[in-house]
Nanobody
Framework: HLQLVESGGGLVQPGGSLRLSCAAS????????IGWFRQAPGKEREGVSC????????YYADSVKGRFTISRDNAKNTLYLQMNSLKPEDTAVYYCAAKKGPDLYLTPYDYDYWGQGTQVTVSS
């Protein structure tokens, strides 16, 4: 049974930090590109960051460049998103997703497997 489970969300003040984790079970992430996406109320799901299977290539949305860092630990079958300098507009449900194949995209419809999401709220 293929499963992705996110954790690490919560409530944080503006300027604060959170680290999201995404653990895979039932399959190995070694051969998948994986990414983080988010969806705020009333908005479409958008790409935040993604990383190739070898971790040699990463993409970031312009809105998070310089503040967020994606990483993966294939030995632990886990993906991470370090989020610093958080802003109220970062508030959303954050999802991790895995994509088959060698190409790397930051568009949700290219991804095959999805987690259930974790809520991130940035508010004072």
């Amino acid at each position: 049974h293929l499963q992705l489970v996110e954790s690490g969300g919560g409530l944080v003040q503006p300027g604060g930090s959170l680290r999201l984790s995404c653990a895979a079970s039932g399959f190995t992430l070694d051969y998948y590109a994986i990414g983080w996406f988010r969806q705020a109320p009333g908005k479409e799901r958008e790409g935040v960051s993604c990383i190739s299977s070898s971790a040699s290539t990463t993409y970031y949305a312009d809105s998070v460049k310089g503040r967020f860092t994606i990483s993966r630990d294939n030995a632990k079958n886990t993906l991470y998103l370090q989020m610093n300098s958080l802003k109220p507009e970062d508030t959303a449900v954050y999802y991790c997703a895995a994509k088959k194949g060698p190409d790397l995209y930051l568009t949700p419809y290219d991804y095959d497997y999805w987690g259930q999401g974790t809520q991130v709220t940035v508010s004072s």
